[in-house]
């Protein structure tokens, strides 16, 4: 297994289309993480799944925003209507259980133009 | 609601020597973990040390050590000898028992000849 995998890298889109990335976890790491990380900070919480369960949503996902596992596999995170102020990098990692390391994906940069 | 601070916005520090970042954290919890994550300037996060909150020894990983004070709730990161590719934003994480993984602001170090 060679990471957590992350598509598109980069994505550049007009101000008001919808985006969907998509994340690839290791193998076996049932828990799911999605972050969002502007320049100069650290990455902000999202949300979170164990296995096909979302169990959390921060409030910074408003409802332009869904996130799914299904299956417990790969996870996808849309933007509908997407604003300047959604350019970021968005983080995806995956984790064993609790209380492992998370590993990170190389993440998928957003710009809003 | 859990919160982490790193307060060291940026550190300078020669090579060889050891370098010390804060961490403070505020969790109810009784168990959480510690993380500390690395993210040069190519933006992949990479995985440092870690520390559970019940275990009694200090983490150490390499030319990593965690310095673990639960009673004052910090959990300071040493770099001992440092190299000119340790040069990076550090990031401090805690996991909440339910494996939430929240980050702080980072602090970025600079390592000169």
């Known amino acids: 297994d060679t990471g957590v995998s992350q598509n598109p890298r980069h994505k550049i889109t007009k101000r008001g289309q919808n985006v969907t990335f998509r994340c690839d976890p290791i193998?076996?790491?049932?828990?799911l993480y999605w972050y969002r990380q502007t320049l100069g900070q650290g990455p902000e919480f999202l949300t979170y799944?164990?296995?096909?369960?979302?169990?959390?949503k921060s409030r910074l996902l408003s409802d332009r925003f869904s996130a799914e596992r299904p299956k417990g596999s790969f996870s996808t995170l849309e933007i509908q209507r997407t604003e300047q102020g959604d350019s970021a990098m968005y983080l995806c990692?995956?984790?064993?259980?609790?209380?492992?390391?998370?590993?990170f994906g190389q993440g998928t940069r957003l710009t809003v133009v | 609601a859990q919160k982490i601070t790193q307060t060291q916005p940026g550190m300078f520090v020669q090579e060889k020597e050891a370098v010390t970042l804060d961490c403070t954290y505020d969790?109810?919890?009784?168990?959480?973990?510690l993380f500390w994550y690395k993210q040069p300037s190519s933006g992949e996060m990479i995985f440092l040390i870690y520390?559970?909150?019940?275990?009694?020894q200090n983490a150490t990983e390499g030319r990593y050590s965690l310095n673990f004070q639960k009673a004052r709730k910090s959990a300071n990161l040493v770099i001992s000898a440092s190299q000119l590719g340790d040069s990076a934003m550090y990031f401090c994480?805690?996991?909440?028992?339910?494996?939430?993984?929240?980050f702080g602001a980072g602090t970025q170090v600079v390592v000169t000849p």
């Open positions: 520390q559970g909150s019940y275990d009694q």
């Open positions: 193998s076996e790491h049932n828990r």
């Open positions: 799944f164990q296995n096909e369960a979302q169990l959390e």
């Open positions: 994480a805690l996991m909440d028992s339910w494996g939430k993984l929240q």
């Open positions: 990692a995956s984790s064993l259980r609790t209380n492992t390391e998370a590993f």
């Open positions: 969790t109810s919890d009784p168990s959480y973990g």
